[in-house]
């Protein structure tokens, strides 16, 4: 293999990069007009835009005149189509190459994103940026290793043959992930081949033993999600014994039967007894706080996303850290890559990402929280033309507002609605910087009541500080509407709790984690309870240890990838919620109804 860039090299790449960002930023509009005519003139005769009537138009006024603001429901068909094996050009005048799975569980649809061979491209140069900027504030992480844990999902095939698989599946067995240059920021820990490889138990176990081997070159760790990395953290909890074996043998545990990983590990792999003492005796202590820095100890950061849901796992892994710097470098989804992160240091809850206007055009909605009365985001099914006159360009958004993002790709979107919730919090130039804030319309409603998962996450925030005396934390939950066994129908939350006190909890305390709950909605809920008596007590249930894994394990089985799942916030699905109330161990009402008064709580606060 060649050998890596010398830091001279490096350096020039970095202020390459830099000025790329600042030339980007500061012409963004510029920008946005070149991107949307070039994706305009290269799909002119392509029948989506054919049918609406845009006629070879490549301006954006007649762009906004004529083309709708769209869901996938609008799509769907010609989706539909294309994954069938049509070959015409329906959306996009180059071959859709594959399809990109989103999430699944994120609003519980899993949909299929067209996309094409040149956007890997465009991906791979948006990951290209993000360690140039992390430099600045990182010095030397081109001295060491980066141990992250990636994995990616066997995938499926469409119909007509496409591959349907998760964007990140299809980027770490693209030529462009699997045989890039040598460059010290792409330097990781884990081989290719484990992190290729599609048993997840095979992929994790081979990733932390390598990870562990070289635990002296590490300098910065992650995955994509917070929760990926503490499962990871949690793997290495339960079988840290075979890890330890394994290194003070210098073989590879027989459950590890894929040849090529075995392969790739035994590179890597020597007898060291010192190292498998010293894992030992870390991993046998009975506090694991700090347990990164104590196996990894040149470690300067975690680069995983924390924020919107995931920003729940930030007090765990400040136990596991000793509060190293959390870094979120990056927003993307399956339709698009949007933008970096140019302040990687800052606390989660500032995380602003600059949207970099050559991914794709870029257009806003404004959000309204039901005219300030209430917290709940309001988000129309589908635009009427006054809507669709206010969507506004990247430029002229205002600091403050909330949008929803609506983009147009080079691989046959447009002017889609991805769902997202952002908020300006600053610009970068002329280019805006957002802070995630939620996905749209993954609610909690039995009434006319309406719970975002932000405002889900505050409640549970400020009702779990009921538990701090007994030395009890929520490790994960989510919630049900249900509607069938109360009439009226009630909220229900499900706790997975990590009980360290010796003192067990008493029942009124998970009511009063009820009641504290129920204070911190909304108060259209709070009428629904106390006034109008439309909602049932909101009940708290208790789940044995290890439910949630269970969760992510079935999701999995359902084709979800272990990389972009996250723990849905609120749960539909019948089988999830029988899985859920098969592990339930108690379960708590709230005792009365919480207060409310009539008017906004700011006028009452006047009198």
């Known amino acids: 293999m060649p050998e890596a860039p010398k830091s001279d090299v490096v350096t020039e790449n970095n202020k390459q990069v830099l000025h790329f960002i600042e030339e980007v930023t500061t012409n963004a509009d510029e920008i946005q007009k070149k991107v949307l005519a070039e994706i305009l003139t290269k799909n002119a005769h392509v029948e989506y835009l054919q049918r609406h009537g845009l006629n070879g138009h490549i301006d954006r006024e007649n762009f906004k005149k004529i083309m709708p603001a769209i869901t996938y429901e609008d799509i769907q068909s010609d989706i539909t189509r294309i994954a069938n094996g049509d070959k015409s050009q329906i959306l996009c005048s180059q071959p859709i190459s594959e399809f990109l799975t989103s999430s699944g569980t994120s609003g519980g649809e899993r949909k299929l994103m067209p996309t094409i061979e040149e956007e890997l491209a465009r991906r791979s140069q948006l990951y290209s940026l993000l360690m140039p900027v992390m430099s600045q504030f990182v010095p030397d992480l081109e001295k060491g290793k980066g141990m992250y844990f990636l994995f990616i999902k066997s995938e499926a095939k469409t119909p007509g043959g496409l591959p349907a698989r998760p964007v990140l599946t299809s980027y770490y067995k693209s030529p462009h992930f699997k045989n890039r240059r040598p460059d010290p920021y792409t330097n990781y820990t884990s081989p290719n081949d484990t992190i290729l490889c599609s048993d997840s138990y095979q992929s994790m176990y081979s990733q932390m033993l390598c990870g562990l081997c070289q635990n002296k070159e590490v300098l910065r760790v992650g995955a994509v999600f917070a929760s990926g990395f503490i499962r990871a953290i949690r793997f290495l909890e339960k079988h840290w014994p075979l890890l330890c074996h394994d290194i003070?043998?210098?073989?590879?545990?027989?459950?590890?039967?894929?040849?090529?990983?075995?392969?790739?590990?035994?590179?890597?792999?020597?007898?060291?007894?010192?190292?498998?003492?010293?894992?030992?005796?870390?991993?046998?202590?009975?506090?694991?706080?700090g347990i990164i820095t104590r196996l990894w100890p040149n470690t300067k950061y975690i680069d995983v996303i924390v924020t919107g849901t995931m920003s729940q796992y930030?007090?765990?892994?400040?136990?596991?850290?000793?509060?190293?710097?959390?870094?979120?470098?990056?927003?993307?989804?399956?339709?698009?890559?949007?933008?970096?992160?140019?302040?990687p240091l800052c606390k989660p809850s500032e995380v602003a990402y600059t949207l970099i206007p050559t991914m794709g055009y870029f257009e806003f909605l404004p959000v309204l929280r039901n005219n300030g009365v209430t917290n709940s985001i309001s988000m129309p099914k589908s635009l009427n033309e006054k809507e669709q006159q206010e969507l506004v360009d990247l430029v002229d958004v205002k600091i403050g507002q909330e949008y929803e993002l609506i983009v147009t790709t080079y691989a046959g979107l447009y002017r889609y609605r991805v769902g997202d919730v952002l908020r300006v919090a600053g610009f970068k130039n002329n280019a805006p910087q957002f802070n995630f804030i939620c996905r749209k319309n993954v609610v909690l409603s039995i009434d006319s009541d309406k719970t975002d998962e932000v405002e889900l996450q505050n409640a549970v925030k400020n009702a779990v500080t009921h538990l701090?005396?007994?030395?009890?934390?929520?490790?994960?939950?989510?919630?049900?509407?249900?509607?069938?066994?109360?009439?009226?129908?009630?909220?229900?939350?499900?706790?997975?709790?990590?009980?360290?006190?010796?003192?067990?909890?008493?029942?009124?305390?998970?009511?009063?984690?009820?009641?504290?709950?129920?204070?911190?909605?909304?108060?259209?809920?709070?009428?629904?309870?106390?006034?109008?008596?439309?909602?049932?007590?909101?009940?708290?249930?208790?789940?044995?240890?290890?439910?949630?894994?269970?969760?992510?394990?079935?999701?999995?089985?359902?084709?979800?990838?272990?990389?972009?799942?996250?723990?849905?916030?609120?749960?539909?699905?019948?089988?999830?919620?029988?899985?859920?109330?098969?592990?339930?161990?108690?379960?708590?009402?709230?005792?009365?109804?919480?207060?409310?008064?009539?008017?906004?709580?700011?006028?009452?606060?006047?009198?």
């Open 248 to 289: 003070r043998a210098g073989t590879i545990n027989s459950q590890i039967t894929d040849l090529s990983v075995r392969e790739a590990v035994m590179k890597i792999l020597k007898p060291d007894k010192n190292l498998a003492d010293f894992v030992e005796a870390e991993c046998s202590k009975d506090s694991w706080q």
């Open 314 to 343: 930030i007090p765990t892994l400040d136990y596991y850290s000793n509060g190293l710097p959390l870094v979120c470098t990056m927003y993307a989804s399956s339709e698009c890559y949007f933008g970096v992160n140019l302040n």
């Open 468 to 607: 701090m005396p007994f030395d009890a934390h929520v490790t994960e939950y989510t919630s049900y509407a249900d509607t069938t066994t109360t009439i009226p129908g009630h909220y229900v939350l499900y706790w997975e709790l990590n009980v360290n006190g010796s003192t067990p909890v008493p029942p009124s305390v998970f009511e009063d984690c009820c009641l504290t709950t129920e204070e911190s909605l909304n108060s259209v809920y709070r009428q629904g309870r106390a006034s109008d008596k439309s909602i049932g007590p909101l009940e708290i249930k208790i789940v044995e240890s290890g439910t949630f894994d269970k969760l992510m394990d079935y999701a999995i089985s359902l084709g979800a990838s272990i990389n972009q799942y996250k723990t849905p916030r609120c749960v539909k699905f019948e089988p999830i919620v029988e899985l859920l109330n098969s592990k339930v161990v108690s379960n708590y009402f709230s005792p009365k109804c919480p207060k409310w008064v009539p008017g906004h709580k700011q006028w009452n606060n006047m009198n």
